[in-house]
C-alpha cells in the first residue's frame, strides 16, 4: 500500500534530511534516505510505499532533521483478517526501544500479558512538562494530587499506575521512567517484552571504545562521565565499581549522576554492563582536533576558580545559562561584606530556532544561615517585551535577603520569528544582593537555577509551544562570605644608575598598612611588616569594619632595616613615603605592587646598601653583631661619620663633577659603614682626619661583599 509523509518547518529552514528511522514489521522499499528543500508554511509531500502483513502489528518511524533541530513522525498498523486500523505515534511510546512482539490479534498486548499483569501497579515518572500532556493524562488516570509533584522544574510526577494505564499513556505519548525495573525489563533477556517506559538512550560519540588500543595511561585517565540510571540495581553496580557512594543527583535529577572524575578504566567497565554512561565531553582526547590547529582565545576573567564549592566559572555555555562574572568579589571565590553583589548571568541559546516561550528561575540561598541584606532581578537592556511581544515579566519571591529569595524570567512570544533569537549569547540577567554584613564572616552563599511560584518551570518552547527545550545551567556557584582584608605584594625603588636602570626590590623594608579616618579621629594603625629579600610582603588579614563601610587603606614605606635607618636630618623624622588612600574597600585579599617615585627612591637605596654591608660583616666568621646605625641623608651637608651621634650622613647633593651623588654610590656608603666596624671595636680613627684604617675597611668590605657591586 501507499501512505503520503507530509510536513512544514515552522522556522527559518532551507532543507531538510528526511530518515527512515525504524521499521517495526514492515516491509519497505524505497530509499533509506533523502533531502528535501522546504519553505516555511508549505507542505512538502513525499509517498511512501510498503507491505503491511496481515494479523499483525507493523509501524514506521521518521526522522526529519533541519541543522540541529529534528522531530520524530511515527505511525503503526493493525490489522485483523480483512481490518486494518491506523495510528499515528509508536505503540511503545518512546522512540529506540525494542520492537513489540508480533500478535495475532489487534491488541499486541493481550498475547504475552495476562489481565492480573496488566492491573499490576508500578511505580513511576510521568513527563508531564506542559498543561496539554497534563490534561492528557488525567483523562486516563483522573485527577492528578499536586502532592506528587516530583520535579517542578522539569514537570516530573510520581505515582503508582497500572500497566493497562500505563499503555494507554505511551499511545499519547507520555513519556515515563519506572522507578524500579520492571519484570519484562528486555535487558534482563526476558521473553515477554510487554512495553518499556524509559529516557531515549543515545549513543554519544568517543564512548564506543576500542579498548585493544588504548594504553595503561590512557586507561588511567579521568574523564567527566554523566550516568542515566534506571534502578537502585544499576546504582549498586556503579558504586561498586567506583568503590564510593553516588551523590543524590541534584543538577541532572531523576536518576541522573554527574562524576566529575572517573578513569576510563571503570567506565569501560560500567559500559559493559549494559548501563547507560556518557563522557560528558565528545570524543576521547586523544581522538581530538590537536590544540596547535584551534585558535587560542585569550579567556575572560569571570574563568577563575570561584571559591570553596565552586571550581570555575564557564563563561558562554555551551547550552542555556552560565554565571558570567560577580561585580563587587575582588577575590575569587570571596564575597566581601559591606558592598553590592551582582551576579550577571549569560544566555545561549545554541539552536538554530526561536524560542518562543521561556520561563527560568534563580534562587540565593545559604547553606549555613548566612543572610544577604537584600535582593533584586533584573535584566540587560536587550529590548525584552519587543522580543517577546505578548509577555514578559520578572517575578521576585521572598526577596528579603534571608533564608531563600527566588527570581523567576518568564516570556512568551506568538511570532514564530519573536522570542529568544537563534544564537543569542550575552550577559542577559543580573540579580543583586547586600550588603552582607560582618556576623556572616565564613559563611556561605549559594547561586543557584530554581523553580518558582506555582507554574515556573525551567524550559524553553517553540513551535508554538509543542515542543520543549531544556536549557543547561552550569551552577550551583557558592562563595565564602569575607569581613577581613589582606593585601600582598612588592616593594621596589628606582635605580637610575647605568648600565642596568631598572627597579630593584626594597630588601628587609618596614611596610605599615594605616586606615584614614575623618577628623577629629586619628588615623589607625592596622599591621605592619617587612618586606623578605624580594621585596614581598603581606599585611592582614584584618578586620574590615570602619566607621562607615570598609577600610580606607594608605600604606607607609619606611627605608629602614635591621642594619639602619634613614633620616632628612640628626633629629628628623625618616625619610618615609606614603601611598595615597584607596577609599571604602571591599573586603578580600588585594595584590599590589608598590614603586617609590625616583626623588624618593635614594632613602631605600641607602638602606638597602647599609644592609648589605652589614650582611657581608655577619658572612665573616666574628661574633659580633652591629647596632643599628642612623643615616642622615641630607643636601650639601658633606659625607662623613660622626661618633658622637653613631651616625652616617651622606650627601645627597649632585654635583658638577660628579655623575651621580654619594646617594647613589655603594663604594662610598660601604667605606663610612667601616667607621661604624671600626669604632664598635675599639679602634677609631678621628672625624675629619686622615682615616689611619681607611684603606683596610674599604679592601675588607669589599672584598666580603655577599653580592658584587656595580660601583
Avoid at 505503540?91 to 492480573?116: A, M, Q
Avoid at 509533584?149 to 493497562?164: A, H, I, M, Q, W
Avoid at 612588592?490 to 630588601?507: E, F, G, K
Avoid at 584614614?516 to 629579600?533: G, K
Wanted: charged share 25%; glycine share 8%; aromatic share 12%.
Amino acid at each position: 500500500m501507499s501512505f503520503e509523509l507530509s510536513f512544514t518547518p515552522i522556522y527559518k529552514c532551507d532543507e531538510v534530511t528526511v530518515s527512515i528511522r525504524k521499521l517495526l514489521n514492515l516491509q519497505y522499499t524505497g530509499e533509506r534516505e533523502w533531502t528535501e528543500h522546504v519553505e516555511a508554511g508549505k507542505w512538502n509531500r513525499s509517498i511512501l510505499n510498503a507491505s503491511i502483513p496481515a494479523n499483525d502489528t507493523s509501524g514506521i518511524e521518521v526522522i526529519i532533521k533541519c541543522g540541529r533541530i529534528s522531530t520524530i513522525a511515527a505511525c503503526y498498523f493493525v490489522t485483523t483478517g480483512d481490518t486494518l486500523e491506523f495510528h499515528r505515534g509508536n505503540p511503545r511510546g518512546y522512540i529506540g526501544v525494542p520492537p513489540p512482539p508480533s500478535s495475532n490479534t489487534n491488541d499486541p498486548f493481550k498475547d504475552t500479558l495476562t489481565e492480573e499483569q496488566l492491573q499490576t501497579e508500578y511505580e513511576v515518572i510521568l513527563n508531564l512538562h506542559n498543561p496539554t500532556l497534563l490534561e492528557a493524562a488525567e483523562r486516563i488516570l483522573g485527577s492528578i494530587p499536586d502532592t506528587s509533584l516530583y520535579d517542578s522544574r522539569r514537570g516530573y510526577y510520581k505515582l503508582n499506575v497500572s500497566l493497562e494505564n500505563l499503555i494507554r499513556l505511551s499511545e499519547i505519548p507520555v513519556g515515563f521512567e519506572y522507578t524500579s525495573s520492571p519484570p519484562w525489563d528486555h535487558r534482563n533477556h526476558n521473553p515477554n517484552v510487554g512495553i518499556t517506559g524509559s529516557k531515549s538512550r543515545h549513543t554519544q560519540k568517543g564512548d564506543e571504545i576500542d579498548t585493544d588500543t588504548l594504553t595503561e595511561d590512557q586507561l588511567r585517565q579521568e574523564h567527566e562521565v554523566i550516568l542515566f540510571l534506571r534502578d537502585s540495581t544499576e546504582r549498586e553496580i556503579v558504586e561498586q565499581i567506583i568503590d564510593s557512594k553516588l551523590d543524590s543527583p541534584k543538577r541532572f535529577g531523576l536518576m541522573r549522576f554527574y562524576i566529575k572524575r572517573m578513569n576510563l578504566e571503570k567506565f569501560i567497565e560500567i559500559k559493559r554492563h549494559n548501563i547507560d554512561a556518557h563522557l560528558l565531553k565528545p570524543g576521547l582526547p586523544w581522538d581530538r582536533v590537536p590544540n596547535d590547529s584551534v585558535p587560542d582565545f585569550k579567556r575572560r576573567d569571570s574563568s577563575e576558580g570561584q571559591g570553596v564549592l565552586d571550581t570555575e566559572f564557564n563563561p558562554n555555555s555551551l547550552d542555556g545559562f552560565s554565571l558570567e562574572y560577580v561585580d563587587g568579589m575582588t577575590t575569587p571565590g570571596i564575597l566581601p561584606t559591606n558592598q553590592t553583589i551582582i551576579f550577571y548571568i549569560n544566555i545561549y541559546n545554541p539552536t538554530g530556532i526561536n524560542m518562543q516561550g521561556i520561563t527560568n528561575g534563580f534562587r540565593i540561598y545559604s547553606p549555613d544561615g548566612a543572610q544577604w541584606g537584600s535582593f533584586a532581578a533584573d535584566t540587560m537592556n536587550f529590548g525584552w517585551r519587543d522580543m517577546f511581544d505578548s509577555y514578559y515579566s520578572i517575578y521576585e519571591y521572598s526577596a528579603d535577603g534571608i533564608g531563600a529569595d527566588t527570581a523567576g524570567f518568564t516570556g512568551i512570544s506568538m511570532d514564530t520569528l519573536g522570542g529568544l533569537p537563534p544564537y543569542f549569547d550575552e550577559v542577559a540577567y543580573k540579580i543583586t544582593i547586600g550588603p552582607i554584613d560582618d556576623l556572616y564572616d565564613g559563611k556561605i552563599i549559594c547561586l543557584d537555577s530554581s523553580f518558582y511560584g506555582l507554574s515556573g518551570y525551567w524550559s524553553w518552547a517553540y513551535d508554538g509551544g509543542y515542543h520543549i527545550y531544556y536549557p543547561d545551567w552550569d551552577g550551583p556557584h557558592c562563595f565564602t562570605i569575607e569581613s577581613d582584608i589582606t593585601f600582598s605584594g612588592y616593594l621596589y625603588y628606582m635605580d637610575p644608575v647605568p648600565p642596568d636602570t631598572n627597579q630593584m626590590p626594597m630588601r628587609s623594608i618596614k611596610i605599615e598598612m594605616w586606615d584614614d579616618d575623618p577628623s577629629p579621629f586619628p588615623n589607625e594603625l592596622l599591621e605592619n611588616t617587612v618586606t623578605d629579600d624580594n621585596g614581598y610582603f603581606i599585611l592582614g588579614p584584618v578586620e574590615n569594619n570602619d566607621i562607615s563601610g570598609g577600610q580606607d587603606v594608605f600604606f607607609r614605606i619606611y627605608p629602614e632595616t635591621e642594619a639602619g635607618y634613614v633620616t632628612g636630618s640628626y633629629n628628623g623624622d625618616s625619610r618615609r613615603i606614603q601611598t595615597d588612600v584607596l577609599n571604602d574597600l571591599p573586603s578580600g585579599e588585594y595584590d599590589t605592587v608598590i614603586v617609590a617615585p625616583l626623588d624618593s627612591s635614594g632613602s631605600f637605596f641607602v638602606a638597602n646598601a647599609i644592609l648589605e654591608a652589614y650582611e657581608n660583616w655577619w658572612n665573616l666568621p666574628v661574633y659580633y653583631v652591629p647596632d643599628c646605625v642612623q643615616v642622615v641623608l641630607a643636601d650639601g651637608a658633606g659625607t662623613y661619620w660622626v661618633h658622637a651621634e653613631h651616625a652616617i650622613h651622606i650627601d645627597s647633593r649632585d654635583y658638577a663633577n660628579r655623575a651621580y651623588p654619594d646617594t647613589w654610590d655603594r663604594d662610598v656608603i660601604f667605606h663610612e659603614y667601616g667607621h661604624v666596624i671600626e669604632y664598635d671595636l675599639g679602634f677609631f680613627d678621628a672625624t675629619g682626619g686622615g682615616d689611619n684604617i681607611g684603606e683596610f675597611k674599604y679592601t675588607w668590605l669589599q672584598s666580603h661583599r655577599s653580592v658584587t657591586s656595580k660601583r
